[in-house]
């Protein structure tokens, strides 16, 4: 059984930082990718980032530069640094896998961005 569960959200000032985490069981994580995505009021789940099970990564274009995401396969553990963050980064935040094509998701961790 595929289980994500994510970690580190919160309130935090424009131009702040903050790491969330994505702790994963029921998968040989280093052979799997990982995303992150989110989700703001009222707007679809978009795709933030990506990490291959060989560490190759890719972003969406409003997060390049400010944005990292790695991985630390002996803690079977996704994370993504923001860095520089805006109030429009506001969105709850989800990591998803994939496994014998079916999408598994985390349960959602609300970030907001706000004087």
């Known amino acids: 059984q595929v289980q994500l569960v994510e970690s580190g959200g919160g309130l935090v000032q424009p131009g702040g930082s903050l790491t969330l985490s994505c702790a994963a069981s029921?998968?040989?994580?280093?052979?799997?990718?990982m995303s992150w995505y989110r989700q703001a009021p009222g707007k679809q789940r978009d795709l933030v980032a990506t990490?291959?099970?060989?560490?190759?990564?890719n972003y969406a274009d409003s997060v390049k530069g400010r944005f990292t995401i790695s991985r630390d396969n002996a803690k079977n553990t996704a994370y993504l640094q923001m860095n520089s963050l805006k109030p429009e980064d506001t969105a709850v935040y989800y990591c998803?896998?994939?496994?014998?094509?079916?999408?598994?998701w985390g349960q959602g961790i609300q970030v907001t961005v706000s004087a």
């Open positions: 029921g998968i040989m994580f280093s052979m799997f990718g």
């Open positions: 990490i291959a099970g060989g560490g190759m990564t």
């Open positions: 998803r896998t994939v496994k014998a094509g079916w999408p598994y």
